[in-house]
């Protein structure tokens, strides 16, 4: 007899039979997809491959696992198992990223921005004001003076505008071939604005999903960028610090958010899945309702990619109780950032962990995570 938990255990929307009138029904196809679904993802974390591929750092289903069965297994303890954008301790939060986009340099910005941006954007969905920055340098040799001075210049710019100091740093320099010419790694620290914290596990059903303005520019920017692909189209990355926005949505609305995430690599469809399975609901996204730019649509349809799955880098998604759900796009409206925020779904409780899309054609399909990503290396 089996005792396992795990394997008993069926979901509430799954029932192997259901008594309705008095009579026993067997479950519908959809029924049984979603049980496995549940079954998969209520299992331990194994990594199955031997050696490290591209798609486990594009921030899909490989690279949960990598984090999940490697990282999290080796340093497990209580400020690291949310997995959230960063850590909060006490009054403070703290997080740390790196940078390998290609190429170093693309419209609308650059890796020294990017690398400012992206930290800013960490402490600020924990809720926190940035504060100082650290940044470390891994040099190709033969990367141009010029283009270094280029990038830590967009790198002070960004930091004068988010109102944050780089305070210290290291320098390494590799072999030519080695390195791209330059990766980045940054860390930083933000003291906390409010009392409650934010988390995805705090998500309930009726909340509201809002997503601050268009979504995929950057990715797809980056994509056109390295000239591989015979596209062309007005686009530029969206880069940009939230801590503003974050700070004027949290105002207007203070414990009413419950979860705040910038959308970057695995773009809105994996930022919502975390969500999904940390909360245990169910969120349901209208497609009609989804912000993109017909640029990006289009590059998107033109290359077979899903927009939802397209990496933002100046874009957050919000999840707001459902009785401000207007005051917090009110809030985000005002500000330049937040111009187009849209309500583009809701949370609901069935079945729980997943992200269901209502298509505009009236169907509704799953959006799961991704295993890689189709567009690497873009942060």
């Given at each position: 007899m089996n005792t396992d938990p795990s394997e008993e255990t069926t979901a509430p929307w799954a029932e192997t039979a259901?008594?309705?009138?008095?009579?026993?029904?067997?479950p519908t196809r959809e029924d049984q997809v979603l049980e496995?679904?549940?079954?998969?993802?209520?299992?331990?974390?194994?990594?199955?491959?031997?050696?490290?591929?591209?798609?486990?750092?594009?921030?899909?289903?490989?690279?949960?696992t990598l984090i999940e069965a490697v990282f999290l297994e080796a340093f497990r303890n209580p400020l690291l198992e949310p997995l959230a954008d960063g850590a909060v301790i006490g009054d403070l939060a703290l997080t740390t990223d790196a940078y390998v986009v290609k190429?170093?340099?693309?419209?609308?910005?650059?890796?020294?921005?990017?690398?400012v941006n992206g930290t800013v954007n960490d402490l600020a969905m924990c809720g926190a004001t940035p504060r100082h920055l650290t940044a470390s340098f891994i040099l190709e040799e033969g990367l141009p003076i010029a283009d270094l001075r280029r990038i830590t210049a967009s790198m002070a710019a960004a930091a004068r505008a988010a109102d944050v100091h780089i305070v210290t740093g290291d320098t390494k320099v590799v072999e030519n071939g080695k390195a791209d010419g330059c990766y980045i790694t940054t860390a930083g620290i933000g003291a906390l604005d409010r009392g409650a914290a934010l988390s995805a596990a705090s998500v309930?059903?009726?909340?509201?999903?809002?997503?601050?303005?268009?979504?995929?520019?950057?990715?797809?920017?980056?994509?056109?960028?390295?000239?591989?692909?015979?596209?062309?189209?007005?686009?530029?990355?969206?880069?940009?610090p939230l801590h503003d926005l974050t700070a004027r949505l949290l105002a207007a609305c203070g414990d009413a958010v419950r979860c705040l995430r910038d959308a970057t690599r695995g773009?809105?469809?994996?930022?919502?899945?975390?969500?999904?399975?940390?909360?245990?609901?169910?969120?349901?996204?209208?497609?009609n309702a989804v912000p993109i730019r017909p640029q990006v649509r289009g590059a998107c349809e033109l290359l077979g990619i899903d927009p939802l799955y397209v990496a933002c880098e100046g874009?957050?998604?919000?999840?707001?109780?459902?009785h401000r759900a207007d005051a917090a796009l009110d809030?985000?409206?005002?500000?330049?950032?937040?111009?187009d925020a849209a309500l583009i779904g809701r949370a609901g409780d069935d079945p729980p962990g997943l992200v269901l899309l209502k298509t505009c054609f009236g169907g509704t399909r799953i959006v799961d995570l991704l295993v890689g990503d189709p567009l690497p290396r873009i942060c």
């Open positions: 259901v008594r309705e009138a008095g009579h026993l029904h067997r496995r679904i549940e079954r998969a993802r209520r299992g331990k974390a194994r990594i199955r491959e031997e050696l490290i591929t591209l798609a486990h750092g594009a921030g899909g289903k490989a690279t949960h190429p170093l340099f693309f419209p609308g910005g650059d890796i020294g921005d990017l690398a309930t059903p009726g909340d509201a999903v809002i997503v601050s303005g268009p979504i995929g520019d950057h990715g797809m920017t980056i994509m056109l960028a390295r000239g591989e692909l015979d596209l062309e189209a007005q686009l530029t990355s969206d880069t940009a773009g809105v469809a994996t930022v919502l899945n975390e969500i999904a399975t940390a909360s245990r609901t169910c969120v349901i996204l209208d497609e874009r957050m998604v919000a999840v707001v109780a459902p809030a985000l409206r005002s500000h330049p950032l937040g111009a």
